[in-house]
């Protein structure tokens, strides 16, 4: 069992930057690919942003590319989701996910209760 919990939302103004935290439980949580999601209102939950188990390898969605990074220590059990240049459309509620393989939607196996994002125009 992994259970997640992020922090670090909170409101900002366009073109700042805000760094999300994901803490995990559970010895097993270096074997568990991570990935960022996000739902803004009235939207389907949309991937952002995804690490390999073993760090290193990042994927990114074409919406943050550039501007966001993702990175982890599994010696903390925690993963970070650094957002820079922070724009109006990336206001949503922001998921932190493990999986055991790959990374999308549909198929994480635990998710934390997200935390959320707002920025002002």
């Known amino acids: 069992q992994v259970q997640l919990v992020e922090s670090g939302g909170g409101l900002v103004q366009a073109g700042g930057s805000l760094r999300l935290s994901c803490a995990a439980s559970?010895?097993?949580?270096?074997?568990?690919?991570v990935g960022w999601f996000r739902q803004a209102p009235g939207k389907e939950r949309e991937f952002v942003a995804a690490?390999?188990?073993?760090?290193?390898?990042?994927r990114y969605a074409d919406s943050g590319k550039g501007r966001f990074a993702i990175s982890r220590s599994n010696a903390e059990n925690t993963v970070w989701l650094q957002m820079n240049s922070l724009k109006p459309e990336d206001t949503a509620v922001y998921y932190c996910?493990?999986?055991?393989?790959?990374?999308?939607?549909?198929?994480?196996?635990?998710w934390g209760k997200g935390t959320l994002v707002t920025v002002s125009s």
């Open positions: 996910a493990a999986s055991r393989l790959w990374v999308s939607t549909s198929s994480m196996d635990y």
């Open positions: 559970g010895r097993t949580f270096s074997s568990f690919a």
């Open positions: 690490i390999r188990a073993t760090g290193g390898s990042t």
